[in-house]
């Protein structure tokens, strides 16, 4: 059986193609955002973020990556949109890829990002201050180069629904 992680920008659905994934091919999903949530005793990601500032919550978010990737119990892993970025995380995703994990790289159009954002506003903080076009942009650039240097296979969400995308991973990878 096949283990994933699953990377991409924020609302490019991977907690929702993860859980599709583990559904699909009977093994158990770990979404990283509530791991770290967990970690920082907060009730999300979003708090914690808010409540820790940046450096500490990307720190949590790496140390956090390292005991899910030691771990035998999970099969799938969906990281937060800066996981990748976060101290050490690198060379974690690095070993993990070495060591058997397959990385899916999610992927949408700028807008449709924009938009998901907008609808769910509480649960997905600015990290820039920008109105969220501007936003998934700037991040895009900043974060992309290290997505592509990770990515096994890159996968287009724009259109379809979780459980289409996840299929068409599991169908691909084997």
Known sequence: MHRFILIGLRATGKSSVGRAIARLSGGTFLDLDDAVAVAAGSCSAHDAFVALGEPAFRALESAALGDALQSA????????????????????????????????????????????????????????????????????????PIFELLADLTVATGTRNPSEIAQGIVSTIG
Not at 104 to 132: F, H, K, M, N
């Open 73 to 144: 119990s999970h099969t799938v892993i969906a990281l937060g949109g800066g996981t990748p970025t976060a101290p050490g995380a690198l060379d974690l995703l690095r070993r993990a890829r070495t060591g058997g994990w397959k990385v899916i790289l999610l992927d949408a159009p700028d807008d449709v990002l924009a938009e998901r954002i907008r609808q769910s506003p509480g649960t997905r903080p600015s990290l820039t201050g920008a109105a969220p076009d501007q936003e998934v942009a700037a991040i895009r650039e900043r974060r992309w």
